[in-house]
């Protein structure tokens, strides 16, 4: 699909559902590895905002930009 005014917010849904799949996917892997014995974390801090109402935060690791980039080649597929 070429990225046109009218697709923008379809974009954005899909490469932020990317996103948080490849942050899971790859906590999950982590937690995996480190029970088989595997120490090891490439994660980041965490990034996000607090407004006391609601707060929202994301741990930023390889799979997180592996989300991002499969964000844009499925939105491409589509």
């Given at each position: 699909?070429?990225?046109t005014k009218k697709n923008v917010n379809p974009l954005l849904l899909v490469v932020i559902l990317c996103t948080l799949g490849?942050?899971?996917a790859w906590?999950?892997?982590?937690i995996i590895f480190q029970s088989l014995?595997?120490?090891f974390s490439l994660?980041?801090?965490r990034i996000g905002f607090d407004i006391k109402i609601i707060a929202l935060y994301l741990?930023?690791?390889?799979g997180?930009?592996?989300?991002i980039a499969s964000g844009f080649f499925v939105f491409k597929a589509i």
């Amino acid at each position: 699909m070429k990225l046109t005014k009218k697709n923008v917010n379809p974009l954005l849904l899909v490469v932020i559902l990317c996103t948080l799949g490849g942050s899971f996917a790859w906590f999950f892997m982590e937690i995996i590895f480190q029970s088989l014995g595997f120490q090891f974390s490439l994660s980041t801090g965490r990034i996000g905002f607090d407004i006391k109402i609601i707060a929202l935060y994301l741990d930023i690791n390889p799979g997180t930009v592996l989300g991002i980039a499969s964000g844009f080649f499925v939105f491409k597929a589509i």
